[in-house]
């Protein structure tokens, strides 16, 4: 299943009012949580040769995510990558991809993003209509965004994903189609599309949380997506996961190992790692992040992943283990994750993974969901029809 890597730049520019992941907007110290990634990557880079799944060309793909990787200067993004690159000895062949954000997008830093190693960007453009951008509290408008898309391909990206917004308020669906239509004539290979989703302690919570629902109809905001995905697929980019759509041969192999169930490594407060069926987290904390990177002791990483005997559940400051899983966890999580695809279930790589029959340890969830027409079987794939993409999370519950 080979291995992964992700790193987390806490940093943004502003807090958009729909967001809860973790993110700062005091960037003063950025240039010392960058050294202090580096020394982490050097460290998960000594354990990779040691417990590294397979000896060979290193991990397969490396994502930069945040936050907004962009915000930053370039050189400490491309210092770090540089540092993974050769202290795991990444192949040439490795998807290595860095979220951007129009605003903080130009040019020549996606010359020096480039030559630094990343082939593939993944810019936050979310709409393209400036009253959703202003709703979103987006720093870029819509002709920064096509700017920024732009200078992208003129830097030599030939990789290119673009997030959109769906489901915002005063959003209407010649909005949505309109702006996927320009993004994909301009050449992206790759589409996410994100219904949005109101979260607790976000200033949208307070604003839409009573009046979401007139505003968007679960029927309405359900027409969106399916529109959204037939206009994709007759646009030759394929839906081929719940929020994910590419051409053909540029689906993110980053994320399909996630769904995949692969073990990735996580550097920077707030990332999250899976590594000898242990997920494990950072704290969100920079601060303490700086502190603690710049001293990781290897015994307590190999306690806390269960490479040694005592399993504490965390390394103050720093690390905390979210869950251990056993072979019966796995199983039960593979319908949960690989159902999020298009390819869905394969019975024969479950039989391969885990000695047993899909077919006969699911059999009453299988019969009764395929029985009301949410999942469909074909030979040894398992599926979720068109009427089971609706009902996507109530399936998968199903099977754990
Ligand atoms: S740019 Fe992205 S990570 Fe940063 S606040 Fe906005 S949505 Fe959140």
Not at 172 to 198: A, C, F, N, P, R
Not at 258 to 265: E, F, S
């Amino acid at each position: 299943m080979g291995r992964h890597i992700y790193v987390h730049n806490p940093f943004c520019v502003r807090k958009c009012p729909y967001c809860d992941f973790y993110s700062i907007t005091d960037r003063s110290c950025a240039e010392a949580y960058y050294d202090a990634a580096v020394k982490e990557a050097r460290f998960w880079a000594d354990f990779d040769k040691k417990h590294g799944s397979s000896g060979d060309n290193g991990p397969d793909t490396v994502y930069f995510g945040g936050g907004t990787p962009s915000c930053v200067p370039e050189e400490l993004v491309c210092g770090l990558l540089e540092e993974i690159t050769a202290s795991f000895g990444i192949g040439s062949d490795a998807e290595i991809t860095l979220e951007v954000n129009p605003a903080s997008f130009s040019k020549e830093k996606g010359k020096k993003y480039l030559s630094s190693g990343f082939n593939r960007l993944s810019m936050g453009i979310q709409s393209l209509n400036d009253g959703v951008l202003k709703t979103l509290g987006r720093l870029h408008d819509s002709k920064g965004a096509i700017k920024a898309l732009n200078e992208a391909f003129e830097a030599g990206f030939a990789n290119i994903s673009v997030d959109f917004i769906t489901g915002v308020p005063g959003q209407d669906m010649e909005m949505i189609l309109e702006g996927l239509k320009t993004v994909i004539d301009m050449g992206v290979k790759h589409v996410s599309t994100y219904s949005l989703s109101i979260e607790e302690n976000t200033p949208f919570y307070d604003l839409y949380k009573d009046s979401i629902e007139d505003l968007l109809t679960p029927e309405t905001e359900r027409g969106m997506y399916h529109m959204v995905r037939r206009f994709l697929r007759a646009n030759g980019i394929i839906p081929y996961e719940i929020s994910n759509s590419s051409i053909p041969g540029f689906e993110s192999r980053h994320n399909t190992a996630y769904w995949d169930g692969a073990d990735y490594y996580a550097v920077g407060a707030g990332a999250h790692g899976y590594l000898n069926s242990v997920r494990f987290g950072h704290e969100d904390n920079v601060e303490s992040y700086i502190k603690c990177a710049c001293a990781i002791k290897e015994n307590d990483i190999l306690k806390l992943l269960g490479y040694a005997n005592a399993t504490p559940d965390s390394i103050e400051g720093f690390l905390y283990c979210e869950e251990r899983l056993t072979l019966e966890d796995k199983m039960r999580e593979y319908p949960f994750l690989k159902l999020r695809t298009s390819k869905g279930i394969d019975t024969a790589e479950f039989y391969s993974r885990y000695g047993k029959r899909f077919e006969e340890v699911y059999k009453n969830v299988l019969e009764s969901n395929t029985g009301k027409g949410l999942l469909a079987v074909e030979g040894q794939r398992i599926f979720l029809t068109s009427k089971g993409l609706d009902l996507a999370n109530l399936v998968m519950e199903d099977f754990l």
